[in-house]
């Protein structure tokens, strides 16, 4: 099986350039947060490939907020990660049911409901990443929003998980891919240290992955951070 790798941007140090560079050097894939407006045209001088935008208002913009503002306000920022994923040519956006623990009273519902208006928005496939209970008090394990996908049941919205979110659902983190379809799948160690520096077996990860599509993502690391995860999860994965 093929792997492509890619990096989450807020793994990354320095001004967007700085950014496109080192991904440029490694041969990796960007995906892009979308945390508001802001100029992205350097895209057009690399050959660096965005496959995936992130909607990253939602950890502040909660579309299951209790309050109406907010989920519209969310609701919008998702509308429009899916025009700047559409207009710079990425196949999927990838946002989470919500985050936090202040959440409406018809949370299922509403959550079913805005995701199958915004699958029929776009062609592009709607990645829903699952969280941890520490990240959220709605659908915190990846059964649970492989549940949510299915009650979806649309064919452009899709599975995505977290190495580290899913240690801290006390899952396993090796043997859950035997039962999930996990279309991209976010690389982080304990702690959300770059991987190697933890306790999670990335080896046999590889080994059991049914995911292609792999992406880099930690908190707080440097280049060195990046390149040593980078070059350690390289030489676990097959040629």
Same mark, same amino acid.
């Given at each position: 099986?093929?792997?492509?790798?890619?990096?989450?941007?807020?793994?990354?140090?320095?001004?967007?350039?700085?950014?496109?560079?080192?991904?440029?050097?490694?041969?990796?894939?960007?995906?892009?947060?979308?945390?508001?407006?802001?100029?992205?045209?350097?895209?057009?001088?690399?050959?660096?490939?965005?496959?995936?935008?992130?909607?990253?208002?939602?950890?502040?913009?909660?579309?299951?907020?209790?309050?109406?503002?907010?989920?519209?306000? !969310?609701?919008?920022?998702?509308?429009?990660?899916?025009?700047?994923?559409?207009?710079?040519?990425?196949?999927?956006?990838?946002?989470?049911?919500?985050?936090?623990?202040?959440?409406?009273?018809?949370?299922?519902?509403?959550?079913?409901?805005?995701?199958?208006?915004?699958?029929?928005?776009?062609?592009?496939?709607?990645?829903?990443?699952?969280?941890?209970?520490?990240?959220?008090?709605?659908?915190?394990?990846?059964?649970?929003? !492989?549940?949510?996908?299915?009650?979806?049941?649309?064919?452009?919205?899709?599975?995505?998980?977290?190495?580290?979110?899913?240690?801290?659902?006390?899952?396993?983190?090796?043997?859950?891919?035997?039962?999930?379809?996990?279309?991209?799948?976010?690389?982080?160690?304990?702690?959300?240290?770059?991987?190697?520096?933890?306790?999670?077996?990335?080896?046999?990860?590889?080994?059991?992955?049914?995911?292609?599509?792999?992406?880099?993502?930690?908190?707080?690391?440097?280049?060195?951070?990046?390149?040593? !995860?980078?070059?350690?999860?390289?030489?676990?994965?097959?040629?």
């Amino acid at each position: 099986m093929t792997y492509i790798l890619g990096c989450v941007e807020q793994c990354l140090s320095g001004s967007f350039e700085d950014k496109l560079d080192l991904l440029e050097e490694l041969g990796l894939w960007l995906e892009l947060a979308n945390s508001g407006p802001r100029d992205i045209s350097p895209l057009d001088s690399y050959s660096v490939k965005v496959k995936t935008v992130q909607a990253y208002m939602p950890h502040k913009l909660h579309w299951l907020n209790p309050e109406k503002k907010m989920q519209e306000a !969310a609701y919008e920022h998702i509308l429009d990660t899916i025009k700047i994923a559409e207009d710079i040519g990425a196949d999927h956006v990838l946002t989470v049911p919500t985050y936090g623990f202040d959440l409406a009273d018809n949370s299922r519902q509403l959550c079913v409901q805005n995701f199958r208006n915004i699958s029929k928005e776009t062609n592009l496939v709607i990645l829903i990443e699952a969280l941890s209970p520490k990240k959220t008090g709605f659908l915190h394990s990846l059964p649970a929003v !492989a549940e949510l996908v299915d009650e979806i049941n649309r064919d452009n919205v899709g599975l995505a998980a977290d190495t580290w979110h899913i240690q801290e659902s006390d899952l396993e983190v090796v043997e859950i891919f035997d039962d999930f379809d996990v279309i991209e799948l976010h690389l982080r160690d304990t702690n959300s240290t770059p991987p190697g520096q933890g306790t999670i077996d990335f080896r046999g990860i590889i080994k059991a992955l049914s995911p292609q599509l792999l992406c880099l993502e930690f908190n707080g690391g440097t280049k060195m951070d990046l390149i040593a !995860a980078y070059k350690y999860l390289t030489s676990l994965i097959p040629n």
